[in-house]
């Protein structure tokens, strides 16, 4: 943290400082650290802004290399004019209790989002001395708003697609009096479809809203053969596409897993309807299962679109999209998120490998014991690159 002139400590500490120049010096050292420590930059200037103090959060913020504050102005040390102007008027007209937010290009070419507060600090007599401005970080917050809102577009499309296709067809159903038995299978078959994808993504955004609330994911566990589990689910999506060549390697001997099935069904559902996705030219869809380090380890691997770097170190954030724009897939951006979440809730891991162009491959760790409360040691080692 930087110190303006002792003159500024001094005046603030009088008292002690006649009586005892080393208490007021401890003392001092006390306040400063507690300043030091304070997560958000803190920067306070005279009335003539000048800046008496700087924390070591307010000087990362701002792009200020630890310096000493001999008579240095805000114009010394705020490089952005606009910011600049900003400050200076807030000293200027002793702005006391207001609040507005800054864009401040990062040093590593990025934005910063910076929340800063304003107040007063007065003598005694109540006689303004300056201004304390409170600079926060809230590039994170504004992210996620920007994602929820993006999600609140996306969800309500979602919603409503399916919702468009069950009116229309149910319509044609009670209109028409003249189609045939097949027809009309087809097009309940149809109406059943949409009606299970609407279930779906309203089950979505309840689990994700009840792991929001903190109450996290209730759990079923029963004793449960894995690889008829897996089989099972995988059967359904084997005439779900003609591109794809759907492939299953599963261990031969028979693996008991205590696991809650209805979840672990979420799971691999996920992760298929991700492989065949954003695999939209077809290709191998591979599941493959083998134990391993104490846990049952599940893979599923697409020769799709793949990912960048950046893009799989965010895939596991609630609302988030590869590919956010109107002509992207259908999705809500919740799926991998919610699967996180299953699988840490039984103790699990899962991670992603990927290459841009290349393909993706998702990987579960579920353990094999009963014991589930903590991840065993093994699987997290298992995630670890
Ligand atoms: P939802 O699963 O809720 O219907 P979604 O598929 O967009 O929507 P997630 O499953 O959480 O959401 O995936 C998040 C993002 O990660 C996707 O939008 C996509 O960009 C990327 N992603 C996930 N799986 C793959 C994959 N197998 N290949 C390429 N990108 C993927
Ligand atoms: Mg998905």
Same mark, same amino acid.
């Given at each position: 943290?930087?110190?303006?002139?002792?003159?500024?400590?001094?005046?603030?500490?009088?008292?002690?400082?006649?009586?005892?120049?080393?208490?007021?010096?401890?003392?001092?050292?006390?306040?400063?650290?507690?300043?030091?420590?304070?997560?958000?930059?803190?920067?306070?200037?005279?009335?003539?802004?000048?800046?008496?103090?700087?924390?070591?959060?307010?000087?990362?913020?701002?792009?200020?290399?630890?310096?000493?504050?001999?008579?240095?102005?805000?114009?010394?040390?705020?490089?952005?004019?606009?910011?600049?102007?900003?400050?200076?008027?807030?000293?200027?007209?002793?702005?006391?209790?207001?609040?507005?937010?800054?864009?401040?290009?990062?040093?590593?070419?990025?934005?910063?989002?910076?929340?800063?507060?304003?107040?007063?600090?007065?003598?005694?007599?109540?006689?303004?001395?300056?201004?304390?401005? $409170? @600079?926060? %970080?809230?590039?994170?917050?504004?992210?996620? &708003? =920007?994602? #929820?809102?993006?999600? +609140?577009?996306?969800?309500?499309?979602?919603?409503?697609?399916?919702?468009?296709?069950?009116?229309?067809?149910?319509?044609?159903?009670?209109?028409?009096?003249?189609?045939?038995?097949?027809?009309?299978?087809?097009?309940?078959?149809?109406?059943?479809?949409?009606?299970?994808?609407?279930?779906?993504?309203?089950?979505?955004?309840?689990?994700?809203?009840?792991?929001?609330?903190?109450?996290?994911?209730?759990?079923?566990?029963?004793?449960?053969?894995?690889?008829?589990?897996?089989?099972?689910?995988?059967?359904?999506?084997?005439?779900?596409?003609?591109?794809?060549?759907?492939?299953? $390697? @599963?261990? %031969?001997?028979?693996?008991?897993?205590?696991? &809650? =099935?209805? #979840?672990?069904?979420? +799971?691999m559902?996920?992760l298929l309807?991700n492989a065949?996705?954003?695999?939209?030219?077809?290709?191998?869809v591979r599941v493959?299962?083998?134990?391993?380090?104490?846990?049952?380890?599940l893979s599923v691997e697409d020769?799709?679109?793949?990912?960048?770097?950046?893009?799989?170190?965010?895939?596991?954030?609630?609302?988030?999209?590869?590919?956010?724009?109107?002509?992207?897939?259908?999705?809500?951006?919740?799926?991998?998120?919610?699967?996180?979440?299953?699988?840490?809730?039984?103790?699990?891991?899962?991670?992603?490998?990927?290459?841009?162009?290349?393909?993706?491959t998702a990987?579960?760790?579920?353990?094999?014991?009963?014991?589930?409360?903590?991840?065993?040691?093994?699987?997290?080692?298992?995630?670890?690159?």
């Amino acid at each position: 943290m930087s110190l303006h002139a002792e003159d500024s400590m001094n005046s603030a500490h009088s008292g002690p400082c006649k009586e005892n120049p080393c208490r007021a010096g401890r003392s001092w050292e006390w306040i400063e650290s507690i300043l030091r420590s304070v997560v958000d930059g803190l920067l306070v200037t005279d009335s003539n802004s000048r800046v008496l103090m700087m924390n070591a959060a307010a000087e990362e913020l701002l792009g200020v290399a630890q310096t000493t504050l001999f008579d240095r102005s805000l114009n010394d040390f705020v490089k952005d004019r606009r910011l600049l102007k900003r400050l200076r008027e807030a000293v200027m007209k002793e702005e006391d209790g207001g609040r507005f937010e800054f864009e401040l290009g990062g040093h590593s070419g990025g934005i910063r989002i910076v929340s800063i507060t304003t107040s007063v600090h007065r003598d005694s007599e109540g006689v303004a001395q300056g201004s304390v401005f $409170l @600079l926060r %970080e809230i590039t994170r917050e504004r992210e996620l &708003d =920007r994602m #929820k809102n993006e999600f +609140i577009t996306t969800a309500a499309h979602e919603l409503r697609t399916p919702l468009t296709a069950i009116m229309g067809f149910s319509e044609l159903l009670l209109t028409r009096r003249d189609l045939s038995a097949t027809l009309q299978f087809d097009f309940l078959t149809f109406i059943n479809q949409k009606a299970e994808n609407l279930s779906r993504i309203i089950s979505d955004l309840l689990d994700i809203s009840r792991i929001e609330a903190g109450r996290g994911l209730e759990l079923f566990r029963e004793p449960c053969d894995i690889n008829d589990l897996i089989t099972e689910t995988v059967g359904s999506y084997r005439t779900c596409s003609e591109k794809h060549a759907l492939e299953v $390697l @599963l261990p %031969e001997e028979r693996i008991q897993l205590y696991v &809650d =099935r209805g #979840k672990v069904i979420q +799971i691999m559902e996920n992760l298929l309807s991700n492989a065949f996705k954003y695999s939209p030219q077809g290709g191998v869809v591979r599941v493959s299962a083998r134990s391993t380090r104490g846990a049952y380890l599940l893979s599923v691997e697409d020769e799709g679109i793949g990912m960048t770097r950046e893009q799989v170190s965010r895939a596991f954030d609630k609302f988030y999209r590869g590919d956010a724009s109107n002509s992207a897939v259908e999705g809500t951006g919740l799926g991998l998120s919610i699967t996180k979440n299953i699988v840490e809730a039984h103790g699990g891991r899962i991670w992603l490998e990927s290459r841009k162009g290349k393909g993706t491959t998702a990987f579960v760790a579920l353990p094999m014991t009963r014991d589930q409360q903590e991840p065993e040691s093994g699987i997290q080692e298992l995630g670890e690159h």
